[in-house]
């Protein structure tokens, strides 16, 4: 190894833990050292581990069990002092968590008829402005954004059009909101579609298709001005659309790469600096990426209209922890580097990214 | 017959004897020279000089130089004497003859030793490079490991003071808290006795909707709740935004789909619409409209559903004149052929539509299914029942469902299992 390559960030692993349950997210409670695994048990029913980084390894704290299999969380919508988990499950409910007294959920909705794939929240954590909204994306193709204090109906909700046949949303993001009227809805289907939705004129303000099922979209902030969008698909693309310039016809412009041959899972971006995302793999591989701006952000077209300049991406450090996909990814808000990821092969790991502050 | 040399000069010491050879106009080379412990030998044809020696030598550190015309012999002798002379005086030719047998063999045996020492010493140096390289990588990789390890303890290091900190920042900031709550508290007392009654439905909301929040951060929640409460915009009004997904010619997902089958398919159609076949002479008494292969295959299923076959093949006929390249011509004048119970002209027709509707994908499901069944119909009026039932298997593989196709498969079944049970 050559002492350029050991100048890159080292993606080194800290903590490995095996569990005895299928995982599929995994989340850092913030401001702290704990981490919440989120799965189903072999039996068929939901459960939620706390686990707390304690030297070299991870002590359990907290063990909960719920009927239905737990498919996504987030804290996104929560205050700091609060710290509720809302999560959706199996069989399309969203229920927000006080994690000291889980018997009960805070908030409870049969909010989908099928599984909720996917879910965001936005106005917590003393980050953006806004009233705390949740959005779900399921696979009966409809997209609802609710609010924790609005009982049993969603405050907006995105269906296809009657007699159309639905597809599956698999991921849904928020972004854009800097003040407390704007915000925007971003959803990816299986069939390659990614929709923008703005909640203040409760619009569709933008739409595309990337030929292949979308698996992750995020904004590089959900609190500011959108800038970018990162939408990772199947069979190892991934697209970066600069979202600063909105072309009439031609829409956002995007640089696409593609990483690995297989699926990508998700996409991260580093809470401490917005132009470093890390994308997860289906062969259980890590890639860290940095984009990097053009010159010009946008220019003139024919007619004069702007249309946006996409930049590029560089491939940082690539690391293989497994050899089943990675399917979920989070970095911790507190410090920078500090990323859990789990995998299906039922373990959840603890990485420290190192040099992010050189590059 | 060799030219003996016999001019030469010697001289010695206690325990060397040195030989000059004049050659004048030869060039020698070190292989014209053969020496063994007791015998030297110079040969350059046709020039010959031998010399039996008087005592034995040591050949291995003895030397000859070569140069100007002259050889120089420097002979170590084995046993430190005095020699008579250089060679043994009395030798006759058998014990010549012997001795320069002898000495050959020695030199051969000598070289035979020398090649496998130096084989052994080779495998040595070889081994020995080895082990060199290997230590080198080795440590090479043991100095990246190492690094790797002073990161990842260096980390842990920090990472362990993070959490610390945090504790600790924790423990002040809920000391501070409650220091302040206390003060608030105290503040709002006074101000409760002034201010008038909208205060408090406002804190009573608050206070029910906060009730399940339990835990040491339950107390100065409360009061930065309050504050924000009144700054948080109301939920939204409800609203439905209605989408659509981007259609594609086949409803299937990218990665469900054939895609690669289903474009082929595309665009065969496509050619075989625009092919034209040739022979457009006999036809240009023709109306424009009899020369659509399209109207024609029209007029042909119109006569076909009136009952008047050969008419109906007759139009197809010409259509397939026009444009060879439309399976469903073949498909209709198959079923056609066979109401005609022209079977052959069934089963080759059924053949060429199924030829012409290869890739199979799920569009032409329906003209493939009709084309195995009017075949294999015509195999079984044949009595070629074997392919009969193979042609209607591979229907039912299309289209499971259909009920008519499978009860036709069975009876053929029947119908082979009881001619077999016959013969």
């Not at chain 1, 809805?185 to 299986?190: E, I, L, Q, R, S």
């Not at chain 2, 030793?113 to 990588?137: G, I």
């Amino acid at each position: 190894m050559s002492a350029a390559g050991l100048e890159r960030p080292q993606l080194v692993s800290h903590v490995q833990q095996a569990l005895s349950y299928t995982l599929f997210d995994c989340k850092w409670v913030p401001r702290s050292a704990r981490l919440l695994c989120l799965g189903s048990a072999a039996r068929g029913t939901g459960l939620l581990q706390l686990y707390e980084l304690r030297g070299g390894r991870l002590a359990l704290l907290r063990e909960i069990e719920k009927a239905k299999p737990i498919k996504c969380g987030t804290f996104g919508a929560t205050s700091l002092q609060q710290r509720y988990l809302a999560t959706g499950d199996f069989g399309g409910n969203l229920n927000i968590w006080n994690l000291e007294v889980p018997e009960i959920p805070v908030y409870s909705v049969k909010g989908h008829k099928e599984i909720i794939n996917s879910i965001d929240g936005v106005g917590g954590l003393g980050i953006g402005e806004g009233a705390p909204e949740i959005v779900t994306g399921s696979r009966d193709g409809t997209v609802k954004v609710w609010d924790p204090r609005q009982k049993d109906t969603p405050v907006a909700n995105m269906e296809p059009v009657q007699g159309e046949s639905k597809r599956d949303c698999w991921t849904v993001t928020f972004g854009n909101a800097y003040n407390q009227e704007e915000r925007v809805v971003c959803a990816g289907y299986d069939n390659g579609d990614i929709k923008l939705f703005d909640l203040k004129t409760m619009s569709l303000r933008w739409e595309t298709n990337i030929k292949n099922g979308v698996c992750s979209l995020e904004f590089d902030r959900k609190d500011v001005n959108m800038n970018k969008l990162v939408a990772t698909s199947l069979e190892g693309k991934f697209h970066v659309f600069d979202m600063r310039t909105q072309h009439p016809t031609k829409g956002f412009a995007s640089v696409s790469e593609k990483a690995q041959k297989s699926t990508i899972w998700q996409v991260r971006h580093l809470p401490q600096n917005r132009d470093i995302f890390m994308t997860s793999g289906g062969a259980g591989s890590l890639h860290l990426w940095k984009y990097e701006y053009p010159a010009q952000r946008s220019k003139k077209d024919s007619e004069g209209a702007e249309m946006g300049v996409a930049g590029s991406v560089s491939l940082l450090q690539n690391v293989t922890l497994s050899t089943q996909p990675i399917s979920s990814l989070d970095w911790s808000p507190d410090k920078k580097g500090l990323c859990v990821c789990g995998a299906f092969d039922q373990t959840v790991r603890v990485l420290i990214v190192t040099k992010l502050n050189k590059v | 017959m060799p030219v003996w040399l016999r001019e030469y000069s010697w001289r010695q010491s206690g325990s060397a004897v040195y030989l000059s050879l004049p050659l004048r106009g030869v060039r020698v080379t070190p292989a014209n020279i053969f020496c063994t412990d007791r015998y030297l030998k110079v040969s350059i044809p046709p020039f010959l000089f031998e010399a039996i020696l008087y005592a034995p030598i040591d050949d291995t550190s003895s030397t000859a130089k070569i140069g100007n015309g002259i050889i120089f012999f420097t002979l170590y002798k084995k046993e430190v004497a005095m020699w008579d002379s250089l060679t043994l005086p009395n030798a006759n030719k058998e014990k010549l003859q012997y001795l320069r047998e002898n000495a050959v063999l020695k030199a051969h045996e000598k070289a035979k030793e020398e090649a496998e020492a130096k084989k052994v010493t080779k495998q040595e140096h070889k081994k020995h490079a080895l082990e060199a390289t290997m230590k080198l990588e080795e440590a090479e990789r043991k100095r990246i490991e190492d690094l790797k390890e002073k990161e990842r303890q260096k980390v842990t290091k920090e990472l362990e003071l993070w959490k610390k900190q945090q504790k600790d920042a924790e423990k002040q900031k809920r000391v501070q808290k409650e220091g302040e709550l206390y003060q608030v508290e105290q503040l709002k007392e006074k101000k409760k006795e002034k201010i008038n009654k909208t205060r408090i439905p406002n804190e009573g909301t608050s206070k029910t909707r906060l009730k399940p929040t339990k835990g040491c951060y339950g107390s100065y929640s409360m009061f930065s709740e309050n504050l924000k409460e009144e700054q948080l915009p109301a939920p939204r009004s409800a609203a439905t935004i209605r989408i659509n997904f981007t259609s594609r010619v086949f409803p299937t997902a990218l990665r469900e789909s054939c895609v690669a089958e289903e474009e082929e398919w595309l665009r065969k159609q496509a050619e075989a619409r625009r092919a034209i076949s040739a022979d457009l002479s006999e036809l240009e008494d023709l109306k424009e409209e009899e020369k659509n292969p399209d109207w024609l295959k029209n007029k042909g299923n119109k006569m076909f559903a009136t009952g008047n076959y050969l008419a109906a093949v007759n139009a197809y006929n010409l259509a397939v004149r026009l444009n060879n390249k439309l399976p469903l011509l073949y498909l209709n004048r198959a079923a056609c052929h066979l109401k005609l119970r022209n079977l052959h002209k069934a089963i080759e027709d059924s053949s060429k539509a199924l030829e012409l509707l290869t890739p199979p994908v799920p569009d032409n499901e329906n003209a493939r299914v009709k084309a195995y069944v009017r075949r294999g119909t015509a195999f079984c009026q044949l009595e070629l029942y074997t392919e009969g039932l193979q042609d209607y298997e591979a229907a039912l593989k299309i289209d499971p469902k259909n009920k008519t196709i499978e009860k036709d498969a069975e009876k053929i079944r029947h119908l082979i299992q009881g001619t077999t049970q016959d013969s």
